[in-house]
């Protein structure tokens, strides 16, 4: 890392996107929308100073969500000197960056965020964007939730009729809608470079701008920072509101309700106006269900999905791992459902 001293790992659920091209192919701004809305999960930072001949020192700040969901726009910036305006700068999206999962190549038109849907939005104005697989030999696929819907549900049908007859719709489901998407990164972070005169500062703000300065942070000479910011399941949560793989004993009813792709706007589902009440709240608790077991649907609440009927299809995103597969060496009890971030 030459000239850089700073770098920030990212991990969990995230949104990111890169505004504002300029001519010299950088960027204004990454923007990164953090999905608070997911059930379990919990925002993290965590700080390590490394320094020559001195014991590292890590500190971690653990953000509730019933504060962090108050906060719509953070800003990290370069700032000269003790002013706390931002310094010009600008952002890199480094080639290597394409091995995120890009809406773009399974959406035409591609996805548009919903930023108001997402709590905060992180505005960072600086830094070089990379991602690396390391030590990953997984493939993703994408099959939709149709699909997945009546695989899950014929294991706890008594009439063989029935189990059939949804198996059946599972494999026409997958057929139609099975993509593969290939090896995924597992890390990326983007590095900066803080010079003498300047701090990394993060601050509160509006769309438009930052605010009110909440830290900063300096390198000093020699000194090298690393951070991670995590939006991922707590573990000191419950586990049966994130752990739903291995659900022992029959699924609720209401994952076996009508299949069909529900439109999905801001913080709630937009549900179908027709049918009873009682059929709507069904179609809602399928939807919670199954997002509690595939993270990925929760992109689809905060992206506004355009053109034709097709283009609007809802994925699942699986992974083909041994810790999931029947039989694998490495089998976990209640393995996790993926939890990457996406670019749009």
């Known amino acids: 890392m030459p000239n850089k001293n700073v770098r920030i790992y990212f991990d969990g659920l995230m949104v990111f996107c890169f505004l504002e091209p300029q001519s010299d192919k950088k960027f204004k701004e990454c923007r990164i929308g953090i999905l608070t809305s997911a059930e379990g999960h919990e925002v993290a930072l965590e700080i390590t100073r490394k320094r020559r001949r001195h014991p590292e020192e890590t500190t971690v700040y653990t953000i509730p969500h019933n504060q962090i969901k108050n906060i719509k726009h953070l800003w990290l910036y370069l700032s000269p000197g003790r002013d706390s305006h931002p ?127 909440l830290f900063s942070v300096k390198p000093g000479e020699g000194e090298f920072i690393r951070a991670s910011l995590t939006n991922l399941p707590s573990y000191t949560d419950s586990i049966d509101s994130h752990h739903m793989a291995h659900h022992e004993g029959p699924f609720p009813d209401d994952i076996d309700s009508p299949s069909g792709s529900t439109r999905h706007r801001g913080h709630r589902a937009s549900l179908r106006t027709t049918g009873s009440k009682a059929d709507r709240e069904k179609e809602e608790n399928r939807r919670n269900y199954l997002k509690k077991k595939f993270h990925f649907l929760y992109y689809y609440d905060v992206l506004e999905l355009r053109g034709n009927k097709s283009n609007k299809k809802q994925y699942v995103l699986l992974r083909d791992d041994e810790d999931w597969i029947e039989g694998g060496r490495k089998r976990s009890v209640r393995p996790d459902p993926p939890c990457d971030a996406i670019e749009c």
């Open 87 to 213: 310094f010009d700068s600008s952002v890199i999206r480094n080639r290597s960056f394409d091995q995120i999962f890009r809406m773009e190549r399974f959406y035409n038109p591609k996805p548009t965020p919903i930023w108001d849907a997402m709590r905060p939005a992180l505005h960072i104005t600086t830094g070089e964007f990379k991602s690396a697989i390391v030590n990953n030999n997984d493939i993703y696929r994408l099959i939709s939730v149709e699909g997945v819907t009546n695989l899950l549900t014929p294991l706890f049908h008594a009439k063989p009729t029935v189990v059939k007859s949804k198996l059946e719709k599972a494999i026409e489901h997958f057929k139609e809608s099975h993509q593969e998407v290939g090896r995924l990164a597992n890390f990326y972070w983007t590095d900066i470079d803080v010079k003498a005169n300047q701090r990394l500062v993060l601050a509160v703000g509006n769309e438009s701008g930052p605010s009110v300065e």
